[in-house]
């Protein structure tokens, strides 16, 4: 008998939703989308635009469903401003959007391409059309950035993912301002050997506020000698010590199987970067980049994963030896 492994994810039969077709200027791909819910329900999307040059920059799509109907910005929506910020000189890229009710305002950390290598870039905005930057709040090389919605014991809050000789694992850092940042913690290590997150992981969208605590859906990069795999596992942190890992899976939860997942520029990648959840407040809406190509939507519910994660996962602690 051969037993199924459990789905947590289905892909939307309409997937791909986004490809650079839909777009009204010439691009090459659009990817790793950021995504919020709007005061009026519909469902924003901050698209990652890569040109010909290789460069990225961000795009709204909006829809009423959050499936079709997309309407997206007839320009870009936020490019590269190379004279303030030379760290954007080769392009912005993978925005998380975290809305904050005490700031009455979105957040975005996004990637921003430097001589350097990537460092995390902080922006405000209102209505995602005017946007207030608070430039590289973390230096090279480090990415795959999401604020927390609220202060948490009274600082602000951001997960990120710096590389350094030891390896490519998940940090916590708070800040009293939002621009100076400290205490950081290493809060989730990639795994050694033949495991799917061996040697470097990464937040993918931003954690998902449950009463059990923050559930964090990650991806785990494992090299092999055809490429890269990119593929998603899960986490759950506690909802007051958030650097405290109170359970993790061993097992990959979706991972790249879709021909639209499999082939594109970079293929073998499934890479979400936000989600939005259903007014009934379980289902919730991944939007991933697929191949480096397109934008696509899988479903899932928090309970579901929340209970897996109990059935499955275990403690997880940091070792810095
Ligand atoms: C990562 C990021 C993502 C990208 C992925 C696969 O390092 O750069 O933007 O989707 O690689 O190429």
Redesign the pocket.
Known sequence: MHVQHETLFDRHRGNPLLTAADWPYPINTV??AGATLLADGSTLLLC?VEDRRGHSHLSAARSRNGVDGWLVDPQPTLVPDIGNHPEEIWGI??PRITFVPELKKYAIMY?SYSRGGPGVSLAFTEDFHKFERFGVIMTPED?DAALFPHRVGGNWALIHRPVTTFGAHIWISYSPDLRHWGSHKMILQARRGAWWDANKIGLSPPLIETPKGWLMIYHGVRHTPSG?L?RLGLALFDLHTPEKCVLRGDKWVFGPEAPYEREGD?GN?V?PCGYTVAPDGDTVHLYY?AA?TCIALATGSIRHLLDWLQRHGQPSAVNLA
């Open positions: 990817f790793n990652r890229e993978d990637t990415k890269c990119y970079v990648v890479f980049g480096d």
